[in-house]
């Protein structure tokens, strides 16, 4: 099978991996934060090793052509996510809710609560 064959290349910021919505950029992120192939099984369950695999040989055929898509993945999101602060993140609502899961963070951390144990409803 040829490497190509596991994705859908959609346009110039996503290649997802094929049957799945999954993005190769997501797998990429936690691979270049040092997650073993097993671990990424792990957390994109969905997945098989194969394909985990393949994302990585992907990456490591095409460094240079993968660190430009994942450059411009990173630069789409900022710009969606100041364009959305820009108008709805802004809103009153977005504000109150901010500022309520702020304080409640921080009377987890006062507590000595780790922030990645499942949180109860705010």
Same mark, same amino acid.
């Given at each position: 099978?040829?490497?190509?064959?596991?994705? =859908?290349?959609?346009?110039?910021?996503?290649?997802?991996?094929?049957?799945?919505?999954?993005?190769?950029?997501?797998?990429?992120?936690?691979?270049?934060?040092?997650?073993?192939?097993?671990?990424?099984?792990?957390?994109? /369950?969905?997945?098989?090793?194969?394909?985990?695999?393949?994302?990585?040989?992907?990456?490591?055929?095409?460094?240079? =052509?993968?660190?430009?898509?994942?450059?411009?993945?990173?630069?789409? /999101?900022? =710009?969606?996510?100041?364009?959305?602060?820009?108008? =709805?993140?802004?809103?009153?609502?977005?504000?109150?809710?901010?500022? /309520?899961?702020?304080?409640?963070?921080?009377?987890?951390?006062?507590?000595?609560? /780790?922030?990645?144990?499942?949180?109860?409803?705010?």
């Amino acid at each position: 099978m040829n490497l190509h064959d596991y994705f =859908e290349f959609i346009n110039d910021t996503q290649i997802r991996i094929k049957g799945h919505r999954i993005y190769i950029d997501d797998v990429l992120e936690e691979y270049l934060r040092y997650k073993s192939p097993e671990e990424l099984l792990y957390r994109f /369950r969905t997945l098989n090793l194969e394909k985990i695999h393949a994302v990585i040989l992907y990456y490591e055929a095409n460094r240079e =052509e993968v660190e430009a898509y994942l450059l411009r993945v990173r630069q789409y /999101r900022e =710009e969606a996510y100041q364009k959305w602060l820009a108008t =709805e993140g802004s809103s009153p609502r977005i504000v109150e809710l901010r500022q /309520r899961l702020k304080k409640y963070r921080q009377k987890l951390i006062a507590e000595g609560k /780790r922030l990645l144990e499942p949180l109860e409803p705010l």
